[in-house]
């Protein structure tokens, strides 16, 4: 049985140093992933947080057939940070609202060309909103209609922010830091 297995396996006894190694374990991959949804040092611990809180409580419905556990633990720590953005009411930002005749023709992904330190350093250039959907998008592979359903914002913002985000970047790659 190799490490990740007996990890797993004290995980779901309830260990409480199995628990504290696998989120040692993929700490840096989760606080990248938080980084691309929140600014705040705080806000990402939060969310990386919440999201090991659920992976932890539902360790048992991880089933090793359906996929790995990277993924799985990866993708439920991504929706603790959506449903934490979702949860705040208090956020605002300006949106540009598109409508159908604007179109949205570009499926071309900015980031294909570049590795995966150089895309966070880009991310970072991006304003937060953007940022977000712009990483759910090209990074994570959802659709426009189910970033609009998951952020609870407009189709048409969405698009907005990946055209603007598009824009941006492509202004920051011709002129490199």
Same mark, same amino acid.
């Given at each position: 049985?190799?490490?990740?297995? +007996?990890?797993?396996?004290?995980?779901?006894?309830?260990? +409480? *140093?199995? $628990?504290?190694?696998? &989120?040692? *374990?993929?700490?840096? #991959?989760?606080?990248?992933?938080? =980084?691309? /949804? /929140?600014?705040? =040092?705080?806000?990402?611990?939060?969310?990386?947080?919440?999201?090991?809180?659920?992976? %932890?409580?539902?360790?048992?419905?991880?089933?090793?057939? =359906?996929?790995?556990? %990277?993924?799985?633990?990866?993708?439920? #720590?991504?929706?603790?940070?959506?449903?934490?953005? +979702?949860?705040?009411?208090? $956020?605002?930002?300006?949106?540009?609202?598109?409508?159908?005749?604007?179109?949205?023709?570009?499926?071309?992904?900015?980031?294909? *060309?570049?590795?995966?330190?150089?895309?966070? #350093? &880009?991310?970072? $250039?991006?304003?937060?909103?953007?940022?977000?959907?712009?990483?759910?998008? &090209?990074?994570?592979?959802?659709?426009?209609?189910?970033?609009?359903?998951?952020?609870?914002?407009?189709?048409?913002?969405? =698009?907005?922010?990946?055209?603007?985000?598009?824009?941006?970047?492509?202004?920051?790659?011709?002129?490199?830091?």
């Amino acid at each position: 049985m190799n490490t990740l297995n +007996r990890t797993l396996e004290g995980c779901r006894r309830g260990e +409480r *140093q199995a $628990q504290e190694k696998l &989120y040692r *374990q993929f700490y840096p #991959v989760l606080f990248a992933l938080c =980084k691309n /949804f /929140f600014d705040d =040092k705080h806000d990402i611990l939060t969310a990386i947080n919440n999201g090991m809180l659920k992976v %932890f409580a539902n360790i048992h419905q991880y089933n090793p057939e =359906k996929g790995e556990f %990277f993924s799985w633990m990866y993708t439920t #720590v991504r929706n603790a940070a959506l449903t934490m953005l +979702r949860d705040r009411k208090t $956020q605002t930002f300006d949106y540009v609202e598109l409508n159908d005749t604007m179109g949205f023709v570009s499926r071309e992904n900015p980031f294909e *060309q570049l590795s995966g330190n150089d895309i966070h #350093v &880009y991310l970072m $250039q991006l304003p937060v909103a953007t940022r977000r959907i712009c990483s759910l998008y &090209y990074l994570d592979g959802f659709l426009i209609k189910e970033i609009a359903q998951a952020v609870e914002i407009s189709e048409g913002t969405v =698009k907005w922010h990946l055209n603007e985000s598009r824009n941006r970047l492509k202004t920051i790659l011709e002129n490199p830091l």
